[in-house]
């Protein structure tokens, strides 16, 4: 599978982002889909994960709760993070994966199988 992330980019605080990751190459539906973000000398974290179904189950980290939002379209081949409220504090590259294990993506296994390209998110205080 080829992802290929986008929608990263310079936002103040409060405001609203909407990141998009298209996948290729394999049946997007075998896969579990998850973002996840680095900052600066910290490790990678996960921050959201959504199962192979469109509309079908997620789980966040509790620092994004309650302000983003994980979806995908599997007609389409994508997966979105509608992120608001953003706060300095999310400011990271973010990247999104695909396993066939939705708890692979959980906890951020060193055997996830496919990661895309990070996209920067910087917010502005």
């Known amino acids: 599978v080829q992802l290929q992330a986008s929608g990263g980019g310079l936002v103040q605080a409060g405001n609203s982002l909407t990141l998009s990751c298209a996948a290729s190459g394999r049946p997007f539906d075998n896969y579990a889909m998850g973002w996840f973000r680095q900052a600066p000398g910290k490790e990678r974290e996960f921050v959201a994960v959504?199962?192979?179904?469109?509309?079908?189950?997620?789980m966040y980290a509790d620092s994004v709760k309650g302000r983003f939002t994980i979806s995908r379209d599997n007609v389409k081949n994508t997966v979105y993070l509608q992120m608001n409220s953003l706060k300095p504090e999310d400011t990271a590259v973010y990247y999104c994966?695909?396993?066939?294990?939705?708890?692979?993506?959980?906890?951020?296994?060193?055997?996830?199988?496919?990661w895309g390209p990070g996209t920067q998110v910087t917010v502005s205080s």
């Open positions: 994966a695909a396993d066939p294990v939705l708890h692979n993506l959980v906890v951020v296994s060193t055997s996830i199988d496919y």
């Open positions: 959504i199962s192979r179904r469109s509309g079908g189950s997620t």
